[in-house]
């Protein structure tokens, strides 16, 4: 199966950005790729996705207007450029992609994606 590895977390100050990379072991051409995280003690949550075919992307309501996901030209790095972090995106995040469905099943099941190990974002006061 395809592999991704995460990179380009880091400890920033609230108001900073990052900009985290998704690496693919493949073209990711084809692939749904989405965002989660997890910070510690709490559940998992979708960050943002994009779909092959779909020039729309979907993102949760609590990054709207602050992150944006993208795919490198090459469609082999997918990104989530991340800016204005706040203490609350404290969290491991993690790429996941996923042959495209044609719908939104890997927002919904994001199990059934293929995982990366993940890179962890600090967000200090």
């Known amino acids: 199966q395809v592999q991704v590895v995460e990179s380009g977390g880091g400890l920033v100050q609230s108001g900073g950005s990052l900009r985290l990379s998704c690496a693919a072991s493949?073209?990711?051409?084809?692939?749904?790729i989405g965002w989660f995280r997890q910070a510690l003690g709490k559940e998992r949550e979708g960050v943002a996705m994009m779909r092959r075919g779909d020039p729309a992307t979907h993102s949760a309501d609590f990054v709207k207007g602050r992150f944006t996901i993208s795919v490198s030209n090459d469609k082999k790095t997918a990104y989530l450029q991340m800016n204005n972090l706040k203490r609350e995106d404290t969290a491991l995040y993690f790429c996941?992609?996923?042959?495209?469905?044609?719908?939104?099943?890997?927002?919904?099941?994001?199990?059934?994606?293929?995982w990366g190990q993940g890179t962890q974002v600090s967000v200090s006061a």
């Open positions: 996941t992609v996923e042959r495209s469905s044609g719908g939104m099943r890997l927002w919904r099941f994001p199990e059934k994606g293929t």
């Open positions: 493949v073209s990711l051409d084809g692939y749904d």
